[in-house]
């Protein structure tokens, strides 16, 4: 078993310990699409994770407001049945009190009328007679008063309850009142949910080409789905998730400068044939456009386009203000939102024909945004609003993570919308 | 090295140039590697292909603690290890009785080629091939390729000799001709 003295164990390990043997071509294209699709997956995962603990934390606030709600409904609900119950009795006891304190005046007038009466008149004892009655119905109708102040005490009316700030009117009074002040505030729409749709323009803000080669964006649509909660008359606060895209047509892929976005573009396999390798370096990097491998010079570069395009999926968190909140509103807008790279997709077009797909290297997963819009809304009956909002998007750090390409682009939309309330 | 150095940190950096020169450097040698693990050069591609996905995914792991190409080494044969793991069901070998007596080809050596002994070894059967591999050319002793394999000290070593006498019927066969060498 000794190793060293076992020839077959040495021819092998001289002849293939150190063997090299180049790999096939393709192999190298395998592995990037290999790594792409697991950056894809983990990219997913990570939307899948953070959407969860969104979703987890709307939930959980929601079962907190609901909870709170219930446990402020019960807890006033208690208070106002000791009330009531408490009340006949204390009623009673107002009424003993209240009778035998009109009893002891009227004996005292009484006492005073009979004592007063030895010495006056019949004329004033008339006199006197009418006015016990007079006592005695004002000592009938006081204990009245006294209940239907006791019974005010028990029912506020509907217009004390309007009054009242949302969480009294709907815990004051007894149960019945409460509940029909839950009905009356039931009304008024705390939660809607909207989708929305928009165009979206972008425009970046580094310069995105050298002279001579026509670099612009195109073009893209941006999607959304938003939940919304009025946390006070004129304010309400947002969150929900959309989409949103970004994309750039290059011409003359070869004089791309850095700014451009591309460092490389990975050559895949189409059909099981290679169409082209084609790396795209930048000039601070190499002025050079590989093509099948080889490196071409300045007069012998081939004229293509290359097509970039990154999908976000973003959540927002915004705010609106309303300046009006009639029929027809008008709100400011404004926000941030943490957008995460869910798409990276480039080729490289020649005489119209995709020579290669690839993607851009260097691209940030996530990036951080904020944004400011003005929206406008329709009450279209039926809990159904309609609203228009042109909103700017603003990324605050580069697309990528490349320190020589500083693009932070602008969005710019105007998002069509249909919002339930409820 | 520092050129090595250099593209290293730009792989940790997530830079695809970089990993593309980087499996420029080691491809030839990796793939020699796999080819010896591997059953034919299909399965040695897949064993690159997955070898090098995982180099790039914990390349930040590598702190410049010893060599680099041992590192890159590790994680191509822990790869084919891992797939072996997975299909050893497929492959049951029996417990053998060590074999003492070894018949040893001479001159041929040296007119053996690489690829010769590379078919010849990739005929193994994918236990063998595996403890032959990690015992007589990555220096393993059979302690560390029962805990690699899951397998006792005594399969690994029954293993081997088994290994030694298939590979060594093998030359003779190939060459048609029988020589002791002692």
Redesign the interface.
């Known amino acids: 078993m000794n190793r060293g003295n076992n020839p077959i164990d040495q021819l092998f390990k001289e002849k293939l310990g150190n063997l090299e043997e180049n790999p096939p071509v393709s192999l190298l294209s395998r592995i990037n699409e290999d790594m792409i699709s697991q950056r894809k997956v983990r990219r997913i995962n990570q939307v899948k994770t953070i959407m969860g603990i969104a979703a987890a934390l709307v939930l959980a606030l929601m079962a907190g407001w609901f909870t709170f709600d219930q446990k402020q409904v019960k807890q006033n609900s208690e208070a106002s049945t000791s009330f009531t119950k408490a009340s006949p009795d204390q009623l009673a006891v107002n009424q003993k009190n209240v009778n035998s304190s009109i009893a002891v005046k009227s004996n005292k007038s009484k006492g005073s009328v009979k004592s007063a009466n030895k010495s006056v008149s019949p004329a004033k004892d008339a006199q006197f007679a009418s006015l016990e009655k007079v006592n005695e119905q004002q000592a009938a109708e006081k204990p009245k008063e006294e209940s239907a102040a006791n019974q005010a005490k028990k029912e506020p009316s509907a217009d004390w309850l309007k009054n009242q700030p949302k969480n009294q009117q709907y815990y004051s009074g007894n149960n019945e009142q409460a509940s029909s002040a839950r009905k009356t505030s039931s009304t008024i729409n705390l939660w809607s949910i909207k989708a929305e749709i928009s165009q979206t323009f972008t425009a970046m803000l580094s310069g995105t080409s050298t002279p001579g080669t026509d670099t612009k964006s195109l073009n893209t649509v941006g999607t959304g789905m938003m939940a919304s909660y009025k946390v006070s008359g004129r304010v309400t606060i947002s969150s929900g998730i959309r989409f949103s895209q970004m994309k750039q047509g290059s011409h003359s892929a070869y004089s791309l400068n850095q700014t451009a976005g591309i460092i490389y573009l990975q050559p895949v396999e189409k059909s099981g044939n290679l169409t082209r390798d084609v790396s795209v370096y930048l000039p601070s990097v190499s002025s050079i456009v590989y093509s099948n491998g080889m490196a071409i010079n300045g007069s012998n570069v081939f004229v293509s386009d290359i097509s970039q395009e990154l999908k976000y999926l973003e959540i927002p968190i915004q705010a609106t203000y309303k300046l009006i909140d009639k029929k027809f509103t008008v709100g400011v807008t404004g926000g941030l939102s943490s957008n995460f790279l869910i798409g990276n997709t480039a080729s490289i077009v020649e005489n119209g024909i995709t020579l290669s797909h690839g993607n851009t290297d260097n691209i940030r997963n996530v990036l951080y945004s904020g944004s400011a819009g003005v929206e406008f809304g329709y009450d279209l009956g039926n809990k159904l609003i309609l609203t228009v909002e042109p909103r700017i998007k603003q990324f605050m750090h580069s697309v990528s993570v490349n320190e020589m390409v500083n693009i932070r682009p602008m969005q710019l939309g105007i998002f069509t919308g249909i919002a339930y309330t409820f | 090295m520092a050129h090595l150095d250099d593209i290293i940190l730009k792989c940790q950096?997530?830079?695809?140039?970089a990993?593309?020169a980087l499996?420029h450097l080691f491809?030839?040698?990796m793939?020699?590697?796999c080819?010896?693990y591997a059953r034919d050069s299909a399965e040695a591609?897949d064993f690159?292909?997955?070898g090098?996905?995982r180099v790039?995914?914990k390349i930040c792991q590598f702190e410049f603690k010893g060599s680099f190409e041992g590192w890159i080494k590790r994680i191509m044969v822990n790869t084919a290890l891992e797939k072996f793991r997975k299909n050893d069901r497929l492959y049951p070998v029996e417990e053998m009785k060590?074999f003492e007596s070894?018949e040893?080809?001479?001159e041929t050596?040296s007119s053996?080629?690489?690829n010769d002994?590379?078919r010849i070894?990739q005929e193994l059967p994918p236990r063998y091939r595996m403890v032959?591999n990690l015992?007589?050319?990555e220096?393993y002793s059979?302690l560390e390729i029962a805990e690699m394999m899951n397998i006792s000290e005594g399969t690994s070593?029954s293993n081997?000799?088994r290994a030694?006498v298939i590979?060594?019927k093998s030359?003779k066969e190939y060459f048609g001709e029988k020589k002791k060498?002692r």
Do not use: C, P, W
Not at chain 2, 13 to 17: E, P, Q, T, V
């Open positions: 950096d997530g830079n695809s140039s990993q593309t499996y491809s030839a040698k793939y020699g590697i080819l010896r591609e690159m292909q997955e090098f996905v790039f995914n060590i070894i040893y080809v001479e050596i053996i080629s690489a002994l590379l070894i032959f015992f007589a050319i220096g059979h070593k081997l000799s030694r590979l060594q030359v060498l």
